[in-house]
């Protein structure tokens, strides 16, 4: 029974360091302009992700539910487009699944506790999958 309990801390932790280094992954100027010619809302997601009021309605817990699931609607969308359009690899594969499995387990978390990091870890992982996509080429 302990190795149960050991396990299930260690697969916890794993997914906590994952979550956290997700939700720390930027992007300069130059990828943000590229993501806007291609046309994804990610690029404008991230600027107001950065905005001084946006930072200020995620404080509060109300304006940040909204906010989560309409960004996150319009993030679901852009990973949707992504994989319709190009050819995938393993690895935009496998993040487009992770990007999708976050994304069903974090809205129906968010009926009951929306995170102030969510947003930022959903956007992480999509702006991860453009990458592996921009490696392929």
């Known amino acids: 029974m302990i190795y149960f309990y050991v396990a299930a801390i260690s697969l916890v932790l794993v997914f906590?360091?994952?979550?956290?280094?997700?939700?720390?992954?930027?992007c300069d100027e130059r990828e943000v302009r590229h993501l806007e010619k291609v046309e994804l809302h990610l690029a404008h997601i991230l600027r107001l992700l950065d905005a001084p009021d946006v930072r200020l309605l995620m404080e509060i817990p109300q304006s940040r539910h909204s906010l989560f699931l309409e960004f996150s609607d319009s993030l679901k969308k852009d990973v949707l487009e992504l994989v319709r359009l190009r050819a995938l690899g393993i690895k935009s594969l496998v993040y487009a699944g992770i990007f999708f499995v976050c994304y069903y387990l974090i809205r129906f978390k968010a009926r009951l506790l929306c995170s102030r990091?969510?947003?930022?870890?959903?956007?992480?992982?999509?702006?991860?999958?453009?990458?592996?996509?921009q490696e392929a080429r």
Request: hydrophobic share 50%; no cysteine; net charge positive.
């Open 16 to 26: 906590h360091v994952f979550y956290q280094h997700v939700a720390s992954l930027r």
């Open 117 to 133: 990091q969510d947003l930022r870890f959903l956007s992480g992982l999509e702006l991860a999958f453009f990458r592996t996509l």
